[in-house]
């Protein structure tokens, strides 16, 4: 896996923390989709390890029953429930559940991950909390479509790896364009505004290389969120981080970049090839 994508399982278990904290349904699980496997690897609520990397085939159980179908399904009354397999039994019943509801995280139309609700009591999963978990299967789905997309743009650069170069060159032109405009002008340039092309072209024309290697897995995972537009807050719901250690990995990631602002160190991962 790149370096720059933050893991999955991070996103799947920030959506399950916060569909438990706003449903208050009792016992909540989820898992990645490998091939036409899903692995179950996050629990709120469980009270045994049965469930604990619990191997779902396609078309198997609920959970399977849903990655084929795309579409979430659910049942009242697990142990007598007609319309699924019973090869997980054992694991479910176990943990005392009753009523499942299952929701798939589905992208370009296949599954990528499965979410579910469950209730030690045969009733119904509520609406409130059904709302809950399509909602957050609905984020999870648009986020693994940016990280598809980071991961397909990170391929096209590794396979062009002239892109850099070409990064850089398009800076000192822009910086060219504007040293052009100011000599144009009427009005002396401030200060101000030739410090910062002097930054702009020192930072095009420097080998960023060593500084960007430095960087660790976590600081490039915050930064990634921070050029996808997200706030420290919303980047440590993503990364199932606190904010404060959202706040530290940036503050370290724009030390070593040479950044004065988030927004100059994400440029600057840009410019070395380690951002798209």
């Not at 396609?58 to 179908?69: D, H, T």
């Not at 650069?157 to 052009?180: D, I």
């Not at 401030?190 to 430095?214: I, N």
């Amino acid at each position: 896996m790149s370096l720059l994508r933050p893991r999955d399982s991070d996103a799947l278990r920030a959506e399950l923390r916060g569909v438990a904290a706003e449903s208050g349904v009792p016992v909540l699980f989820a898992g990645e989709v490998h091939g036409d496997t899903l692995l179950l690897s996050e629990f709120v609520g469980t009270r045994t390890s049965g469930l604990r990397g619990l191997a779902v085939r396609s078309s198997s159980g609920l959970g399977g029953a849903s990655m084929v179908a795309g579409h979430p399904l659910s049942v009242a009354d697990y142990r007598n429930a007609a319309s699924i397999t019973h090869d997980y039994d054992g694991p479910v019943l176990g943990e005392g559940i009753r009523s499942v509801l299952a929701v798939p995280v589905v992208v370009d139309g296949r599954a990528r991950a499965v979410l579910y609700g469950a209730h030690r009591a045969s009733a119904p999963i509520g609406g409130r909390t059904a709302e809950l978990m399509l909602a957050s299967a609905r984020r999870l789905s648009r986020e693994l479509q940016v990280r598809d997309e980071v991961d397909r743009r990170m391929r096209l650069r590794a396979a062009h790896p002239g892109n850099t170069a070409a990064a850089g060159n398009e800076e000192v032109r822009a910086v060219h364009a504007e040293l052009r405009r100011l000599a144009a002008s009427s009005e002396a340039p401030s200060k101000e505004a030739l410090r910062r092309l002097a930054d702009q072209l020192a930072g095009a024309l420097s080998d960023t290389a060593p500084a960007c290697a430095a960087l660790t897995a976590r600081e490039l995972d915050v930064l990634a969120q921070v050029a996808l537009g997200c706030t420290n807050a919303e980047a440590a719901l993503r990364l199932s981080l606190k904010p404060e250690t959202v706040k530290s990995y940036l503050r370290n990631a724009t030390a070593k970049l040479g950044a004065r602002t988030r927004y100059e160190a994400v440029s600057k991962a840009r410019l070395s090839g380690l951002l798209p």
